[in-house]
């Protein structure tokens, strides 16, 4: 009898995480998000290099068109295409999220990098023409020195905006802790060992 009331008071009883909770292997689109010196040295690599290509297309499309018009055309296009390599490789690990498709982020991620991207964009505007109202006629060393300085200091400010906030709740919880209980008697086990 005793032996039957230390069986039934000893077996652990584990909780387990639900299917598709954040810790379960099976769970597609689990995100393990890099740390913050990771994510900087990716976000000035793929930033960067948007940025130096969105410059030389700035310049070639400002032959044609006004230099406002043509910042804000390659701001939109350069824009998409940062946050999709953000979204792919800065802040989240190679894994694609179910039923995105060929975007990894949705709409909500689009328009809240647009909104970082629209302050960049101000920020390199106001730079160019400030530049322009002291020299009308720079040359393009200068106008793109001045340029990639804007750049550098908006892009700053984005890699805080979006890691701290656009891409914050991408990040993978902590994984539950399973914990071994003991199970208590039930009634039935103890009016069963008393008699």
Do not use: W
């Amino acid at each position: 009898m005793a032996r039957a009331l230390h069986t039934s008071t000893s077996e652990p009883r584990e909780t387990r995480a639900t299917p598709g909770s954040p810790n379960t292997p099976d769970t597609p689109g689990a995100l393990d998000t890099p740390g913050a010196v990771s994510s900087f040295v990716r976000f000035v690599i793929f930033g960067g290099g948007v940025g130096l290509a969105s410059s030389t297309a700035v310049v070639l499309l400002a032959a044609f068109l006004p230099f406002a018009l043509a910042n804000a055309l390659i701001a939109v296009v350069s824009t998409v295409l940062a946050t999709e390599l953000h979204a792919r490789f800065t802040f989240a690990s190679e894994q694609r999220p179910a039923g995105r498709g060929l975007l990894r982020c949705g709409l909500r991620h689009h328009l809240q990098s647009a909104g970082t991207a629209t302050a960049a964009f101000a920020v390199t505007t106001l730079a160019v023409l400030v530049l322009h109202a002291f020299d009308s006629t720079p040359g393009l060393a200068v106008e793109q020195t001045v340029y990639l300085s804007a750049s550098a200091l908006a892009g700053i400010g984005r890699f805080l905006a979006l890691r701290l906030y656009v891409f914050a709740t991408g990040r993978k919880q902590p994984a539950p802790v399973a914990v071994a209980l003991p199970t208590s008697p039930t009634r039935r086990d103890l009016l069963t060992t008393a008699s």
